[in-house]
């Protein structure tokens, strides 16, 4: 068959129409033009970063959607931390090929990177690597709680309202890049952060699906964020435990106790020893037995029909359950074993010693003691020196 000007002219239009429908200029998160790909809509090759709980069901939603028939995944591949991790576990038995970390070669192998909970920063020249950029799985309302502990920080502060972000990662800072979708999540009343972070993982995964599903239209139509509201969740630590009973409220004690006790207990003071405050139960009202004497914060009572240690706090009364002291103990073992004692004494006494305090409350308190001990020791042996002479 022999090709005429015009046929080979038709042929050239219809496969320059071809090429502008199935391929299309890809630009790098950073907004430089990166070049061509063969495919601008899913499924994505996809290289994911992620550790913990919350991480894993991101994960299991893209694995499963590869099987699916309208799934957003056509390779799956994952980047880990050492140790025995959710993330590490899950790839291993379901055969997911897995990197350690910094990933040797990630050249031409992906279409975009996907980190949920992973705690390492990505540098730019492995960002750069993926032709749609690096996707981020966020527990809260950006800029609302950026950091690592967005969630423990939720519950810490009393908000009422969460969400979750799926947004393009950035180099050199955690949480800053644009955002390509949000979805709210009103916090149940009295949930814990554990419980708050399942729900959260579930919605996160079910975001980034979505937002998998229609990612070009979601980065042409990004918006970055603003510091109207921005705040810092920084990670946990062991001394935020520690109640300061003159400065909390009951309030303040049930949102420190939900957001961190089932890691980190809360805890206090006694007599010099510090003590671990297990079971809260919430605020309580009492009735003391002698109305002339006034409750200081710290003021321990015994409530004998629940069982249960109330602590005078800045507006109120919290109750615990049990304490850890060597081990544990319920609140009536503690008050027949050691609280009892202290409150048979005179109300001076009472006041100093039968008391929870805050550590720094106790070190000041220790530290009069050892000066007056020691100013003691000091007027002895001027006495004695001067018996001598």
Not at 39 to 45: C, D, I, Q, V
Not at 131 to 141: A, T
Request: aromatic fraction near 8%; hydrophobic fraction near 40%; proline fraction near 6%.
């Amino acid at each position: 068959m022999w090709w005429n000007g015009r046929t080979v002219g038709a042929c050239v239009k219809t496969l320059s129409q071809v090429h502008r429908c199935c391929v299309r200029p890809v630009w790098r998160s950073d907004g430089r033009h990166f070049g061509l790909m063969s495919s601008s809509r899913p499924p994505w090759r996809v290289l994911f970063f992620g550790s913990d709980q919350f991480a894993l069901e991101s994960l299991k939603m893209l694995a499963s959607s590869r099987s699916s028939r309208d799934g957003v995944v056509d390779t799956l591949e994952v980047v880990t931390l050492s140790g025995d991790i959710p993330v590490k576990r899950f790839a291993q038995q379901n055969q997911l090929p897995l990197h350690s970390w910094p990933p040797d070669t990630v050249d031409g192998q992906f279409d975009v990177g996907v980190v949920v909970s992973f705690g390492c920063l990505l540098p730019e020249r492995l960002i750069s690597k993926f032709p749609y950029g690096v996707l981020n799985v966020h527990p809260s309302l950006l800029p609302r709680w950026r950091g690592p502990a967005p969630i423990f920080h939720t519950i810490l502060h009393g908000d009422t309202v969460t969400g979750v972000t799926v947004m393009q990662i950035r180099p050199h800072r955690f949480d800053v890049g644009p955002i390509l979708n949000q979805e709210l999540h009103q916090v149940p009343q009295n949930c814990t952060a554990e419980e708050l972070g399942a729900l959260l993982s579930t919605k996160g995964a079910r975001l980034l699906i979505d937002t998998l599903r229609t990612l070009p239209d979601r980065i042409a139509n990004k918006q970055e964020q603003g510091q109207t509201g921005a705040s810092f969740a920084p990670k946990i630590k062991q001394s935020m435990s520690w109640v300061v009973w003159e400065e909390q409220t009951c309030d303040q004690i049930d949102c420190l106790y939900r957001a961190i006790g089932s890691r980190v207990p809360l805890k206090t003071m006694w007599m010099g020893r510090t003590i671990k405050l297990l079971d809260f139960v919430g605020k309580c009202h009492i009735s003391l037995s002698d109305p002339r004497r006034k409750p200081i914060p710290g003021s321990v009572s015994y409530l004998k029909e629940s069982n249960t240690l109330a602590v005078c706090c800045k507006d109120g009364w919290v109750g615990f359950k049990a304490v850890l002291l060597k081990k544990r103990l319920t609140a009536r073992d503690f008050y027949n074993g050691y609280l009892h004692q202290t409150m048979q004494k005179d109300t001076a006494r009472e006041t100093a010693e039968g008391k929870f305090v805050s550590s720094k409350g106790e070190s000041e308190e220790l530290q009069m003691r050892r000066n007056s001990t020691l100013l003691a020791a000091i007027i002895f042996l001027i006495d004695s020196a001067a018996n001598i002479t």
